[in-house]
């Protein structure tokens, strides 16, 4: 009953239900353009190309974040990973580059300046991609037996499509952020890992039937999956909310005549504050041996099939390590204690009992390394969790679903989209989705 009234109390209010809609067409329409194919691709061509993402550990990957649009070389095949790719490009670039910084300190124009920017390096990006995309899609095919023909003016007019396809993504993205619910760009992300979801779910089903092609365990083994899965996300949940609250005194005020008591308030420090930017790093650096590899021959003991195989032990093990790694560095670039203190000193704040000015960046510095360790271990432990479900029989596809970017991005999303929700309905007087407490969104500054 509680969930029915939830739901009227949502469209009672006219701005959030013309939000809602509005992000529902939005998305039929982005989904709707992952099945426009790419003029002269025949449906042998498609099925040779869906057999191979279905291979590859690299190809699926991307399959899963286009929604589908990949495999089915669909107008909208490159997705909005590109535009993620610039703008992570540009985010660092402003934590190098003094200029960077200005425009990061101007506001709202420098912030369009910046977003400027990410545009054009995204079409640059696009232009690259595009080719190589086409190039790849006429290999495969003709090796699977198609007939997929491209020459230069083809491959050309083809990049041209999948550009404007992306940049549609991306414009469509915007006007959900603007118009809609939610961060535009995040949500047709989740709408595309969300697409996949019913389809490998089914398979699972139907392979863990009796009678069905390597079946083990029957339907008991596929309650057990989901019940993992279930305690795999509230993990993921756990992770992506939990904080460390550090006490904040401000000093007294004198306005007119009377006093004022200093205000206590509190400092939240992320168990996670990189988010999932250290796990698109490492996988952008492991996918380099799974590339190497298409270009030569992989022998059993070569250190290329070793670090290609992405259900291997020295792949995991390596992969683990660096998402420890770029947790701390990106942790360290994008929580700086030295401006937390800084603005502390510059408002009479000050935490209780540490001096003010340098002795407050350091007992920052000090609770971020030690929160930031488990954060990072259990970052590691999330990503390689696809490896252990497929070790244990798990299918390809559903496997995805049992930790890595796609988890984190999922719940993630979801809380943030749920928070903004929930602020509607508390503005209007209403009662929020949950009976106790507030739903928690990322605070991370990425929407990623």
Not at 24 to 50: E, T
């Amino acid at each position: 009953m509680r969930f029915v009234e939830t739901i009227r109390n949502i469209w009672t209010i006219e701005e959030l239900r013309k939000r809602l809609l509005v992000t529902f067409m939005l998305v039929a329409v982005y989904r709707l353009g992952c099945y426009v194919v790419l003029p002269g691709i025949s449906p042998a061509d498609l099925d040779a190309l869906s057999n191979f993402t279905n291979k590859s550990g690299l190809m699926q990957l991307l399959d899963m974040f286009s929604g589908g649009a990949f495999s089915q070389a669909s107008i909208f095949a490159l997705g909005i990973m590109p535009y993620i790719t610039a703008s992570i490009v540009i985010q660092l670039l402003g934590m190098v580059l003094p200029s960077f910084q200005k425009m990061q300190r101007e506001g709202e124009s420098g912030r369009q300046k910046l977003n400027q920017y990410t545009r054009y390096l995204t079409v640059l990006i696009l232009l690259l991609q595009g080719p190589a995309y086409l190039v790849n899609l006429q290999v495969q095919v003709s090796a699977a037996g198609g007939g997929a023909t491209m020459g230069f003016w083809t491959l050309a007019f083809l990049t041209v499509i999948l550009a404007a396809g992306s940049m549609f993504i991306m414009w469509l993205g915007e006007r959900i952020t603007d118009r809609g619910i939610g961060n535009g760009i995040s949500f047709i992300i989740l709408v595309g890992i969300i697409a996949r979801l019913p389809g490998a779910l089914f398979y699972e089903f139907t392979s863990r039937l009796p009678g069905s092609t390597g079946a083990q365990g029957g339907l008991i083994m596929f309650i057990v999956e989901l019940v993992l899965l279930f305690a795999v996300t509230v993990g993921a949940v756990l992770l992506v909310q939990g904080t460390r609250k550090v006490p904040v005194q401000y000093a007294k005020r004198i306005i007119g005549n009377r006093q004022y008591g200093g205000q206590r308030q509190y400092i939240p420090l992320k168990v996670n504050a990189a988010g999932v930017m250290p796990i698109i790093f490492a996988q952008a650096i492991m996918f380099v041996p799974i590339t190497l590899a298409g270009f030569g021959n992989r022998s059993a003991n070569s250190f290329v099939a070793a670090f290609s195989d992405i259900n291997g032990f020295w792949y995991n093990f390596v992969y683990f390590l660096m998402i420890v790694a770029f947790t701390y560095f990106y942790t360290a670039i994008t929580v700086r204690p030295t401006n937390i203190a800084e603005d502390l000193k510059r408002n009479n704040g000050f935490i209780p009992g540490v001096k003010p000015g340098k002795p407050t960046a350091d007992y920052l510095d000090s609770i971020m390394s030690r929160i930031t360790l488990p954060g990072s271990l259990f970052l590691g432990i999330v990503a390689v969790l696809p490896a252990f479900a497929r070790f244990f029989g798990i299918s390809q596809n559903f496997a995805q679903f049992f930790g890595g970017t796609s988890l984190l991005i999922l719940v993630g999303v979801v809380l943030d989209t749920l928070q903004q929700i929930e602020s509607h309905l508390m503005m209007h007087h209403y009662d929020g989705l949950m009976k106790n407490g507030k739903i928690k969104g990322r605070t991370t500054g990425s929407a990623y």
